[in-house]
Structures are given as C-alpha cells and as structure tokens.
C-alpha cells in the first residue's frame, strides 16, 4: 500500500488557509485515516526523526572517519583506538559518544539527544528505546515532538504507537534487530511537514493538521468553546472512548499490563482506581511496580491500607529469579510514613529492615526517625552487598556535612580491601574537602589496585572500576529526596 500520496494530500490540505476554518472541519470530519491521533503525530514526528539520524550518519563517516558498514558489522572492533567520546571536529557544539554498532550526538546547548544503532549502510532504523531518549531530551519541542509529548505524558507509552503503526504496515520492523524503519519514501512528505512546523505559532496551523489526520479531540480543545460543532464533539468522544477501551483491552490480555497502566493514567479512564487496585494485588512485578509508582505520585491517603497490605505481603528482596528491589520496599515505608498512616505500627519496619535496604533505609530514618540513621548509616557501609555501601555512600555523599565524612573516613581507618572501601572512596573524592583528600590519596597509595591479569580482568575488578560511576548514578537518584535533609545531624554523629 502506497502512503507517501495520501500523507501529502493531507500536509497539502492543512497548508491551505484560504477556505473558511468551518467548511475545512466539515469537509474531513468523516474523511476515513487508518491511524489512531497517537500514532499519526508520532509518525510525522518519525519522518521528521529520519534526517536526524542521518545527520548522526554523516558525523560518523566524514567527521568521526568510520566506515559506517563496518560498524554496523563489526561493532565495537570498528572504533578507533583511542577515546570513544567527545567535541565533534569542527561542530565543537555537538559530542559524540560511540557505543557498539552504534553513535549518540548531544547539543551542549540545548540537550537534545540523537541516537543511532547503525545495521547497515543506510540510517533508516529507529530504535523505539533512542527515539524515546530523543523525546525526553527536548527542552523545546516542536510541532508534532509537542503532541506526541501531549499524548504520551510518560513517554514510554509511544510504544504502543510504534505497535500501531507496525500493525497498519507504516512501520517495517527489522526482522534481526529491535528496530523499524518507514515504508514509504519521505522526500515530498519532508519539505511540507518542515513548512507547517515553522508555523507552529499561527493558530490554526495545529487546528488544521489535527482535522486532517482526524485527531478530533485536539480539535476540540483547540476552538473556542462557542464555537465548536457537535459532530466534533461527538468525534472526539468517539475517539477517546476508543482509545480507553483499546488501553483497557491491553490490560486484560496480560502480555504489557504495565505500559497499559501508564497509558490508563495519561487519558484519564474512569476506571483507572480499579486498574490501580489490582495491579496492587498482582504477582507481576513490573505491574506492582508501576501501580505504586503511579499511587505515590498522587500522594492519596486512600491508598493508604492497599500499599500497607503490598508492604507486608509481598517480598522487594526479590525471588531466586528476581534481582532485589529495596527501592519499592523503601517507597512503599516512605509513602505510609509521609501520609502518617498508623505510624507506629509502620516505623516499626525501620527495626527490621531487610538486609539488601540499608541504604534506603538509612536515609528514611534520617527523616522519620534520626536516632536510627546513624546506626544504619554505619551498617550500610560495611555491608557485604554492593549496592548498599553505594547507596549509603551516594546519600552522605549529596549530604556532604562533616559527620558524613568522618563515617566515611572511618571505613578507609577500619579496612585496607579495594572493594569494602571503594564506594566510601569514591563519595569521599567526589565531597572532595582538604581534611579527607589527603587520607584518601594515602590509603590509595599505601593499598594500590593489582589486577590478576594484564590481559584480562574479573567481574569484581570491573565492578571497582565503575564504582565511580555507580555511586554519582546513585546520587542522581537521591538528590531531590536528600537534599532537605542536610540540616539533619543523627544522635550520635555531633
């Protein structure tokens, strides 16, 4: 099926201002489009997507000197030696970050990130999990960026429009890799989309490419509330009854309950309590996950009884085939805590803290109940388990007071191990004060780093080489929960 003509009749028509706004809306207000309004603003979007990617493609080959189809055969084997990242030659505003078969491009000024796996000589495949990082990097989008970001609030939820537009043959998938490109040839489609995104700021330039590609609640929204014919209303009631039926459907079917969830939220269902109620009873982690995640950011306390039930009856230490999740354990304690909900009844689990949640736990003492930081705090540290030590050490870290670096002090006193005392270092040299840089820079001079081998390394030496890296990712996490807390000094650690 040839979309290319169809697609420009419709930009073609939208571009047009001459007839009157009402015989416009009458004349393609039953005008047939294969498309749900979700997955036609991310199709245009994708087609503006394309020469971005090969923008990425040309910084690779004449910019960065790679034979690109060697490196979409041979990956990481294709890159030169040297640094992997950096200032683009001669686009000094633009870094580059090579990564297996792939490049990802970062505007220093403005953010936006272009990412790009490369599987052969061309730039057509978009990889749904690049172009959702893309979204999230636009600080100001544009026209079509700007509903797609309007429609899919988490932005995960595009996914559902790469589906749909798989399905009605916009998309073809990559039959080796997660990846898609378009069916049809953009090169007319381009310039007219280019034109009405440069008229972005007129108003009826939205009004008329939404009435186009039938995206009637936006319509609605867009006129004045006089004005409005009640066939658009009943379109846009159509639609969005349809969307939540669809969403709802995707729900039951068990196979993505966790994006139907977000998707739920997004549009607003009525029903979204009940998707909400058993996604809390649910034994699919993911879907719990997102359930709790959405109900912590409502702040209800009517969800109080339901998230205390999930606390008690379900384990975030993981299973013999899940990774623990002492995140979910904290923020279900923190939610309860903040709401007050049978506080002392709930406090009590900051005396039984699981053993993976130190580091969490830690910090929710340091709010709700201070007489227990300090010893936690302490725990954490010298925990046998990696992540705990890192996140005690990130959140003493964003703290950065003198009692947290006399904790930390204390580990390099206490040990002369590489891998007890890395995550106590690292957060040491990233607070970075006279009193602790000196203790620092001794200890690693007294116990320097020997690998095994000169050719190969272990796991446990890999891992020390990137508990730099983990901790300030662990600080990222913390930052906006710990910073109030700086004032806070634990009994114990004046």
Request: aromatic fraction near 10%; charged fraction near 25%.
């Amino acid at each position: 099926m040839q979309y290319a003509p169809e697609i420009i009749q419709r930009l073609q028509a939208a571009s047009e201002v001459d007839e009157p706004l009402d015989d416009f809306i009458k004349e393609w207000i039953d005008r047939p489009w294969p498309l749900t309004p979700w997955a036609s603003w991310t199709l245009f979007s994708l087609i503006r997507h394309r020469p971005r990617q090969e923008f990425v493609s040309q910084i690779v080959q004449h910019n960065l000197g790679i034979d690109q189809l060697d490196l979409a055969k041979q990956g990481y084997d294709a890159h030169p030696e040297g640094i992997n990242r950096g200032p683009v030659s001669g686009l000094p505003e633009w870094e580059y970050y090579l990564h297996g078969c792939g490049c990802s491009l970062t505007h220093q000024q403005t953010g936006i990130e272009i990412d790009v796996d490369f599987y052969d000589e061309t730039a057509d495949w978009i990889d749904l999990f690049f172009y959702q990082g893309f979204l999230k990097s636009l600080r100001q989008p544009e026209l079509c960026e700007a509903r797609v970001l309007a429609l899919h609030a988490s932005i995960e939820t595009v996914q559902f429009a790469f589906e749909e537009l798989q399905e009605q043959g916009f998309l073809e998938e990559n039959s080796e890799h997660h990846a898609s490109r378009l069916s049809f040839e953009i090169r007319e489609i381009l310039p007219l989309l280019e034109s009405l995104t440069e008229k972005h700021a007129e108003p009826e330039t939205m009004l008329r490419l939404a009435a186009v590609i039938g995206d009637w609640p936006l319509v609605e929204q867009l006129l004045n509330s006089g004005e409005i014919p009640p066939a658009v209303t009943a379109k846009a009631r159509q639609i969005i009854s349809a969307r939540k039926r669809f969403l709802a459907n995707e729900f039951e079917q068990n196979e993505n309950q966790s994006l139907a969830l977000q998707a739920l939220q997004e549009n607003q269902s009525p029903d979204l309590d009940d998707f909400l109620k058993r996604a809390l009873k649910s034994n699919n982690s993911s879907t719990l996950d997102t359930g709790l995640d959405l109900i912590v950011a409502t702040g209800d306390t009517r969800w109080c009884p339901l998230v205390s039930e999930v606390l008690q009856r379900v384990s975030f230490m993981g299973s013999a085939d899940e990774f623990p999740r002492p995140q979910k354990w904290a923020q279900c304690l923190e939610f309860l805590l903040r709401q007050e909900y049978e506080f002392d009844r709930t406090i009590e689990f900051l005396n039984h803290v699981p053993k993976y949640a130190l580091g969490e736990a830690a910090a929710i003492a340091l709010e709700f109940q201070p007489h227990l930081a300090l010893p936690l705090f302490r725990e954490a540290l010298r925990s046998s388990i990696p992540h705990n030590r890192a996140t005690a050490a990130a959140i003493l870290a964003i703290i950065g007071q003198p009692w947290c670096q006399r904790e930390l002090l204390q580990i390099l006193k206490e040990s002369t191990d590489q891998e007890a005392t890395s995550e106590s270092r690292a957060a040491l040299k990233i607070i970075w004060k006279l009193e602790s840089k000196a203790d620092v820079e001794n200890w690693e001079r007294e116990n320097p780093l020997q690998f095994e081998s000169d050719e190969h390394i272990t796991v446990v030496e890999a891992m020390l080489l990137q508990t730099p890296w983990y901790v300030k990712f662990e600080m990222d996490q913390w930052r906006d929960c710990v910073l109030p807390l700086r004032d806070i000094i634990p009994p114990g650690a004046e």
